[in-house]
């Protein structure tokens, strides 16, 4: 069976840092791109970072470009969000999500909920 | 390339056939996404390119169109099914419309 959970959330103030993570199991993780996918409230969702396979190729939304950074460790089965200089509309509810195609995601973690605030 | 959901909000009965449209602002061929939210839980891909149902999704869901124009239909809503919907490109950093809510009449 597929799991992806995704933890790390948390209350920061703004331009502090947080790291996500993401464990998966279930499938071959180090052949798959993966992505995070984050949700403002009473929002769409907005993919902001994707990963391919070995790690080598990243690639960011604008608005989280320089700030944010996203890696992988596939011994480990594992993916993570670096974020720092977090901005109160960073806050929002992030996933951890598995590209089932070449655009489209098959499968989500339940999410991790960012707040930031003073 | 934006895409635009219409209705905002859909208000059904069960039983009832829901018709759910995403207009993307220039041709994205086949390549779009359709997914189910309920409220605390993550997206759930429900259609992909445009017309193929995912793993375990019902036969009641269906997708269809092509070029700028897609809808999702539910042939015969059942409870389970109120939630919201978003349609999802390929392109613009895999972008999602603003969601369609399907709410109980």
């Known amino acids: 069976e597929v799991q992806v959970v995704d933890s790390g959330g948390g209350l920061v103030q703004p331009g502090g840092s947080l790291r996500l993570s993401c464990a998966a199991s279930g499938f071959t993780f180090s052949i798959y791109w993966m992505a995070w996918v984050r949700q403002a409230p009473g929002k769409g969702p907005e993919c902001m970072a994707t990963?391919?396979?070995?790690?080598?190729?990243?690639y960011y939304v604008d608005s989280v470009r320089g700030r944010f950074i996203i890696s992988r460790d596939n011994a480990k089965n594992s993916l993570y969000l670096q974020m720092n200089s977090l901005r109160g509309e960073d806050t929002a509810v992030f996933y951890c999500?598995?590209?089932?195609?070449?655009?489209?995601?098959?499968?989500w973690g339940q999410g991790t909920v960012v707040t930031v605030s003073s | 390339i934006v895409l635009t959901q219409s209705p905002a909000t859909l208000s059904l009965s069960p039983g009832e056939r829901a018709t759910l449209s995403c207009r993307a602002s220039q041709s994205i061929s086949n390549s779009l996404a359709w997914y189910q939210q309920k409220p605390g839980q993550p997206p759930r891909l429900l259609i992909y390119?445009?017309?193929n149902r995912a793993t375990g999704i019902p036969a009641r869901f269906s997708g269809s169109g092509s070029g700028t124009d897609f809808t999702l239909t539910i042939s015969n809503v059942e409870p389970a099914d109120f939630a919201v919907y978003y349609c999802?490109?390929?392109?613009?950093?895999?972008?999602f419309g603003q969601g369609t809510k399907l709410e109980i009449k």
């Open positions: 390119d445009a017309s």
């Open positions: 990963i391919n396979p070995d790690g080598s190729e990243q």
């Open positions: 999802q490109q390929h392109n613009n950093y895999y972008r």
């Open positions: 999500a598995k590209f089932g195609g070449r655009y489209y995601f098959d499968y």
